[in-house]
């Protein structure tokens, strides 16, 4: 991924909020993408990176980081971030999200892919997260291997794409809300 930048225009130095996610086929990135349109529709300024693509936090005023679930768990780029920002972190706002249940709500699995991943209390307590939203993700069998193309057919109903935009653009709104409320900035140091 290279990075974007959302900005809306506006005297003095904006805000800059990081906005980094792991993604495995480019659905996260999809919902990363939309949290930085909908910051800059709140005039902040919105950078999408790739977790490895983050030389330094230190040049960002809040971080929100987020990763795709495989298996109860982020991805390791996004877990390295957090390791080796973790002081960074400490003194700025960030909020964390997930990617991963697919499918029909309403079935048992899919309520199992839902659940916060497994590393996910040690991430917030290493970020101090002030945060977590799990989002519905998408899943694409051009992007599977042989095995588990097979197995879509006992597991039907699990391919399409599930991502709920306007749920991503509510929760990036009240982040937005947040950051821009006075003060808010400064309380997070």
Known sequence: ??????????????????????????????????????????????????????????????????SAVYSGHWLEPAKELIARSAAALAVRPVWLFSSGPVGDPARRLVQSMGQDPV?????????????????AGKLDRKNLRFAQRTSLMLFRGLEGDFRDWPAIREWAAGIAGQLTSPGALRAAS
């Open 1 to 66: 991924m290279t990075g974007e930048t959302f900005s809306a225009p506006r005297p003095g130095r904006l805000p800059r909020i990081l906005v980094a996610a792991s993604s495995r086929y480019g659905a996260t990135t999809g919902i990363a993408r939309a949290i930085g349109e909908e910051l800059c529709r709140h005039r902040l300024t919105a950078v999408v990176l790739a977790p490895g693509e983050v030389a330094s936090i230190e040049e960002y005023d809040a971080v929100i980081l987020g």
């Open 119 to 135: 590393d996910l209390p040690g991430l917030q307590a290493a970020a101090r997260a002030r945060g977590h939203q799990m989002f």
